[in-house]
């Protein structure tokens, strides 16, 4: 009679995660890349290095207030506003009416001075006035559609806007007049323009209230309960659509804001410019965390650090290749982090 053996039991054996291991070592080496990157411009001009950071910071404040328009309409109804861009483009165009053909300013002065504020004050009015419109026309009768169709209107509204732009402006690029002081200042060889400080004194208060309104006021409150679900907010008394509206407002103002400080600052105005600089900001959302505020502001800046960095080290690739460099490290860091630096990962509800 044959006899059987019983077979040993069979344990799984632990899988080594290559895939995981895989991706540690990638981004090692970029940040390895980047790294040897930073320290050889440091290591060539060291002035050089540090003013292209102080300059890159005065542009990622303006990205950052364009930011936060995206990031406050995608944190309360999930919707990438694609107008928001045209939304800025018609603020600078405002902005010249304003200071120039209204006040007739064109050179710094106590005037001047006077000029700027009204510009800021009307030009918010202008834009929060503009997106209310959208989201009253527009959006709010898509709002429980499927998701394509409001982000088509999105798009639908851009073209809008920038034909607005396009017969306010015409086709070509405008040189504009400023009543900002001009010229730079150096502090140990690091040169700081005197037009960049204005701009961060402008838009760092602003981005404090911002926070405190979302964080500290009741109308924050009903913002953020309205994010969460919609349908517990309104059943606890919360006006939705005046919330929302509120939401596309301030984003408006904020956009407004921004067009004043670029025009005074570059001093060109473009109907196309939205597109340029929308992307820019967007990317700056996305890069932070999509519908996270303290994730927009801390984008726009890195976003115009890596293009200061770009455009003014001796080693970088220089001002025609900026949106190259910044989308090519939006896509690497997507691929490691794809929420964003403060995002949160939160699975689709079904």
Avoid at 136 to 158: D, E, Q
Avoid at 178 to 193: A, C, D, K, M, N
Avoid at 295 to 322: C, D, F, K, M, S
Wanted: aromatic letters at 10%; proline letters at 3%.
């Amino acid at each position: 009679m044959a006899q059987t053996t019983a077979a040993a039991p069979s344990w799984p054996r632990a899988r080594l995660n290559l895939s995981a291991y895989g991706e540690r070592i990638a981004a090692y080496i970029v940040l390895s890349a980047v790294a040897v990157w930073l320290g050889a411009n440091l290591l060539h001009s060291p002035s050089d290095f540090f003013s292209s950071i102080v300059f890159g910071l005065g542009n990622g404040a303006l990205y950052a207030l364009i930011a936060l328009g995206y990031s406050l309409v995608y944190g309360i109804i999930e919707l990438i506003n694609f107008a928001h861009g045209d939304l800025f483009m018609l603020g600078t165009l405002l902005s010249v009416v304003v200071v120039t053909t209204i006040f007739g300013q064109t050179a710094m002065g106590a005037a001047g001075w006077l000029a700027f504020a009204a510009a800021l004050v009307v030009v918010a009015l202008f834009c929060a006035s503009i997106n209310v419109t959208i989201e009253f026309l527009a959006y709010r009768r898509l709002r429980h559609a499927p998701k394509l169709a409001p982000l088509i209107t999105a798009v639908g509204m851009s073209f809008i806007l920038q034909f607005v732009g396009l017969k306010w402006n015409g086709s070509g690029q405008k040189q504009s007049p400023s009543v900002l002081p001009t010229g730079h200042f150096e502090i140990g060889g690091v040169r700081v323009y005197t037009n960049m400080l204005v701009v961060l004194a402008v838009t760092i208060p602003i981005l404090f209230l911002m926070t405190y309104i979302v964080t500290r006021t009741r109308a924050g409150k009903a913002m953020r309960a309205t994010a969460q679900d919609p349908d517990a907010a309104r059943l606890m008394g919360v006006n939705v659509n005046k919330i929302i509206s509120f939401t596309f407002g301030v984003g408006g103002a904020l956009a407004g804001i921004a067009g004043v400080m670029y025009q005074q600052v570059i001093g060109t105005t473009r109907y196309d410019l939205g597109l340029q600089l929308g992307l820019m900001a967007f990317t700056a959302a996305v890069l932070g965390g999509i519908g996270s505020l303290p994730g927009a502001v801390l984008g726009g800046l890195l976003i115009g650090v890596i293009q200061g960095l770009n455009e003014g080290v001796a080693y970088g690739a220089g001002q025609r290749w900026t949106q190259s460099v910044v989308f090519s490290i939006l896509i690497l860091f997507m691929v490691f982090k794809p929420a964003g630096l403060l995002g949160q990962s939160l699975r689709e509800k079904v």
